[in-house]
């Protein structure tokens, strides 16, 4: 099974005092012991924007970690976000919310996810859930959720 990941998930693991720091760790050890992990590049650049972090730093995590990068975002993948960001500004606008408040960014790495037929590990579901109802979701494993089950 390859896995991809959300940032948020890495940002919980580096920081201890995060109360989904404990989560964020064990999820990472379970699915990583059944299969591959991987970011997309989006996830990579939203990394390298939290205070301290170098481009170095994350590389040398990513390695450590064997978790690899997939620098490749085709049209497919753009699309599929393009689609999804939309219907999201949809359903915000008929809430009668004001401007959307997701970034594209969030539409990529599920777009990633969901084109490349990988599992998301995120602490964000709803969200991902919405806009791309096929992908399967692992949710930061709660509520003893196997990352085998679909």
């Not at 999820?27 to 997309?40: E, H, P």
């Not at 996830?43 to 970690?65: I, P």
């Not at 490749?72 to 960001?85: C, L, Q, T």
Request: hydrophobic share 45%.
């Amino acid at each position: 099974m390859i896995t991809a990941i959300d940032s948020n998930v890495l940002i919980a693991l580096w920081n201890s005092s995060d109360a989904l720091n404990s989560r964020a760790q064990n999820a990472l050890d379970d699915v990583a012991a059944i299969g591959t992990l991987v970011i997309c590049g989006a996830v990579f650049a939203e990394l390298l924007g939290y205070q301290g972090r170098t481009e170095k730093m994350v590389e040398t995590f990513l390695n450590n970690t064997e978790i690899a990068i997939d620098w490749v975002i085709d049209e497919k993948i753009w699309r599929s976000a393009a689609k999804a960001n939309h219907g999201y500004s949809v359903r915000r606008r008929k809430q009668k919310q004001p401007e959307p408040k997701r970034l594209v960014t969030d539409f990529i790495v599920g777009a990633h996810a969901n084109e490349h037929g990988y599992a998301l590990l995120t602490f964000d579901n709803r969200i991902f859930k919405a806009a791309f109802p096929r992908l399967r979701i692992l949710k930061g494993l709660d509520d003893r959720q196997s990352p085998t089950k679909s």
